[in-house]
Antibody, heavy 122, light 109 residues
Framework: QVQLVQSGAEVKKPGASVKVSCKAFGYTFTSYDINWVRQATGQGLEWMGW????????GYAQKFQGRVTMTRNTSISTAYMELSSLRSEDTAVYYCVRVTCSGSSCYVRENWGQGTLVTVSS | SYVLTQPPSVSVAPGQTARITCGGN??????VHWYQQKPGQAPVLVVYDDSDRPSGIPERFSGSNSGNTATLTISRVEAGDEADYYCQVWDSSSDPNWVFGGGTKLTVL
């Protein structure tokens, strides 16, 4: 059974960094891209970036360039998303997702992590 | 950046048909995907590639895409369909690569 299991909730002060993990179960970790999506309370979905687990190549939305780093440890099938210089507006649930691409498009077919709530508060 | 526009809310009586639109410049040239999200849960894919349904999604859910508007249609709406719905497109040449609509709250009256 394919699962993405994320690390637990975090509370951080403004200016700090947070690192969220996402461990994959039930499939070959290096066979599917991992993306990160966040959702502030009561708000919509916001895409942050992508990572190819096989190569470690990444791409980030311009909004997060310079503040986000996506990495992975293939030996333990785990992806990481680190966001630095946190501010209150970064308070949100962060999801890792396994990406499916068909033809000319990509989407999340089945697998979202359970979400990690990151709260930024002084 | 590419923008997807959804109505904030749609209301429909049980048994009726709900139509949720997703507007974007020449969106008909892109593949559109739709997610359903219930409170406290992660989103679930209900339609992909404009009009295909993942296994386990009822036939009541269908999609279309043409011109500047994509539409998610839910026939014979049930109380359990009440949720937020998001459209999404992918474009490797744009930033961000993934774009979500702002979401539509479907209320079953």
């Amino acid at each position: 059974q394919v699962q993405l299991v994320q690390s637990g909730a975090e509370v951080k002060k403004p200016g700090a960094s947070v690192k969220v993990s996402c461990k994959a179960f039930g499939y070959t970790f290096t066979s599917y891209d991992i993306n990160w999506v966040r959702q502030a309370t009561g708000q919509g979905l916001e895409w942050m970036g992508w990572m190819i687990p096989n190569s470690g190549h990444t791409g980030y939305a311009q909004k997060f360039q310079g503040r986000v780093t996506m990495t992975r440890n293939t030996s333990i099938s785990t992806a990481y998303m680190e966001l630095s210089s946190l501010r209150s507006e970064d308070t949100a649930v962060y999801y890792c997702v396994r990406v499916t691409c068909s033809g000319s498009s990509c989407y999340v077919r089945e697998n979202w992590g359970q979400g990690t709530l990151v709260t930024v508060s002084s | 950046s590419y923008v997807l526009t959804q109505p904030p809310s749609v209301s429909v009586a049980p048994g009726q048909t709900a139509r949720i639109t997703c507007g974007g410049n020449n969106i008909g040239s892109k593949s559109v995907h739709w997610y359903q999200q219930k409170p406290g849960q992660a989103p679930v894919l209900v339609v992909y590639d404009d009009s295909d349904r993942p296994s386990g999604i009822p036939e009541r859910f269908s999609g279309s895409n043409s011109g500047n508007t994509a539409t998610l249609t839910i026939s014979r709406v049930e109380a359990g369909d009440e949720a937020d719905y998001y459209c999404q497109v992918w474009d490797s040449s744009s930033d961000p690569n993934w774009v979500f609509g702002g979401g539509t709250k479907l209320t079953v009256l």
